[in-house]
């Protein structure tokens, strides 16, 4: 017919042979535009242009089956496909472990400083005591095959009471004491966090040992208010709000084991030594002759030794209680330097002689097992 243009294309052959040629569809439409699909592709067209039928307005097209098409255009090369397949995430793990507890944590910590040549062996020292602090905790621990596993944790701690003294001498041996205020130090901050690689060991039934290695960092913030004035005795004074910002840092070991008591219920006791790298930055605000923000810096090394033990009670198939009590013990006096900053710009160093921290802190919370 004259009036009508047949355009027809034929099927791609693929390399297997085939039984039956592809189902041929015609569709006539009053358009001049080509007809498109979204799932579909037009196998070929004439130049409509130079077409008869183009007076018309009528197009006729054939195309194959549809599901024909999405085979032989859409499919996926072998050699990708099996690429993909293959292909494995980063950290593939076998199970994982959410948890998250809170709890109560008493922090003690004090430092010294000694004089110009070491004389007197004690000029200042300062300590906080029964710092009274509010934790919540969270981390998560990525089990993979055979028996490794990976822990991240991080825990933030808001300071509610706690004592400070401040005390100076002229004496060795902390002897001739000529200043010391008592304020308080009920504000600040603690953050913790760590990640640890371990080893799940099998020691005899119902008893497994985990050697670990990580890294930690820690710090506290203090904040020292509502100063009064021990010696001499002139009491009370206004306009205190002095800041020491403390961090430890650095690679640990430690060793696991947990007892299996039953089917619902297993203990824990870990062992932990830190290697600590110490860093300290103090805003003393009512030293005028003392730079500010940043009056005086303290660095030093030395080391952590931190235990704990731990009960899990499983509630459910995925769900466990947990309760833990922490016990922490640091030090760091190698290599310590004390480093003034003064409003004129200019700075003296002397030696600094450590700082301790010790803190005890029990938890409660709850795991998701996935």
């Known amino acids: 017919m004259?009036?009508?243009?047949?355009?027809?294309?034929?099927?791609?052959?693929?390399?297997?042979a085939v039984t039956a040629a592809p189902t041929l569809q015609m569709h006539v439409f009053d358009d001049e535009q080509l007809v498109t699909h979204s799932a579909e592709q037009q196998l070929s067209h004439i130049n409509t242009?130079?077409?008869?039928?183009?007076?018309?307005?009528?197009?006729?097209?054939?195309?194959?089956?549809s599901d024909n098409l999405l085979e032989q255009y859409h499919a996926i090369p072998a050699d990708t496909a099996k690429k993909l397949e293959n292909k494995k995430p980063i950290?593939?793990?076998?199970?994982?472990?959410?948890?998250?507890?809170?709890?109560?944590?008493?922090?003690?910590?004090n430092w010294?400083?000694?004089?110009?040549?070491?004389?007197?062996?004690?000029?200042s020292e300062l300590e906080w005591e029964d710092i009274e602090i509010a934790t919540i905790n969270i981390g998560t621990t990525l089990?993979?095959?055979?028996?490794?596993?990976?822990?991240?944790?991080?825990?933030?701690?808001?300071?509610?009471?706690?004592?400070?003294?401040?005390?100076?001498?002229?004496?060795?041996?902390?002897?001739?004491?000529?200043?010391?205020?008592?304020?308080?130090?009920?504000?600040?901050?603690?953050?913790?966090?760590?990640?640890?690689?371990?080893?799940?060991?099998?020691?005899?039934?119902n008893i497994y040992l985990i050697p670990k290695?990580?890294?930690?960092?820690?710090?506290?913030?203090?904040?020292?208010?509502?100063?009064?004035?021990?010696?001499?005795?002139r009491g009370a004074f206004s306009g205190l709000d002095s800041n020491y910002d403390a961090t430890w840092m650095g690679p640990w070991v430690?060793?696991?084991?947990?007892?299996?008591?039953?089917?619902?219920?297993?203990m824990g006791l870990n062992f932990e030594y830190h290697y600590a790298f110490y860093n300290a930055t103090a805003n003393w605000n009512?030293?005028?002759?003392?730079?500010?923000?940043?009056s005086f810096t303290h660095e030093a090394e030395g080391y952590g030794l931190v235990g704990n033990i731990n009960g899990q009670y499983q509630v459910s198939n995925d769900l466990l209680l947990t309760l833990s009590m922490k016990y922490q013990d640091w030090q760091a006096d190698r290599n310590g330097v004390d480093k003034t900053f003064f409003s004129n710009g200019t700075s003296l160093e002397t030696g600094f002689n450590g700082v301790n921290w010790k803190s005890f802190g029990a938890n409660i919370g709850l795991a998701y097992q996935f």
């Open 49 to 65: 242009e130079q077409s008869p039928a183009r007076k018309h307005r009528l197009q006729t097209h054939v195309f194959e089956a």
């Open 112 to 123: 010294s400083i000694s004089g110009i040549n070491g004389t007197p062996n004690i000029l």
């Open 143 to 205: 089990y993979f095959q055979p028996n490794w596993l990976l822990n991240f944790d991080f825990s933030y701690g808001h300071i509610f009471d706690g004592d400070n003294q401040d005390s100076d001498y002229f004496g060795n041996n902390r002897t001739l004491e000529f200043s010391r205020s008592n304020n308080s130090a009920d504000k600040g901050s603690v953050i913790d966090a760590s990640i640890h690689a371990g080893y799940q060991w099998s020691a005899q039934q």
């Open 2 to 16: 004259r009036g009508f243009v047949i355009i027809a294309s034929a099927a791609l052959l693929s390399i297997k």
């Open 213 to 233: 290695v990580g890294f930690s960092y820690h710090s506290q913030f203090f904040n020292m208010t509502d100063g009064f004035q021990t010696i001499p005795a």
């Open 254 to 266: 430690g060793i696991e084991s947990q007892f299996k008591i039953n089917q619902k219920f297993k």
């Open 91 to 109: 950290l593939q793990y076998q199970r994982a472990e959410f948890y998250a507890s809170t709890g109560y944590r008493k922090d003690d910590l």
């Open 286 to 294: 009512l030293r005028a002759d003392f730079a500010h923000p940043e």
